[in-house]
């Protein structure tokens, strides 16, 4: 499954959802660093912290990479092949 973080509320919301049990010191980072990008530092600086979390947990897809139904070849009927 994919999930797009496309604002703060959404890492908030993924963050407030990772299990406890699965919570170290980068979590804490890019946590801290999602609390002050209200104000205290630019949101830049919040989304590499939660990036490199992400990159950690092993759940950061390369959002360069199109997924393979984007780059399907058209079946003529307005979808993709299988």
């Known amino acids: 499954m994919v999930e ?3 604002c703060l ?3 908030f919301e993924f963050l407030q959802e990772w299990p406890n049990n699965r919570r170290g010191p980068i979590f804490d980072t ?3 660093a999602w609390q002050r990008a209200y104000g205290q530092v630019p949101i830049s600086v919040a989304r590499e912290a939660f990036a490199g979390f992400a990159r950690s947990a ?3 897809e390369d959002a360069s990479a199109a997924m393979p139904w984007m780059t ?3 079946t003529g009927r307005g979808g993709v092949t299988a």
């Open 58 to 60: 092993k759940t950061l």
């Open 30 to 32: 890019a946590f801290r």
């Open 72 to 74: 399907a070849q058209k």
């Open 4 to 6: 797009e973080i496309e």
């Open 9 to 11: 509320a959404d890492a």
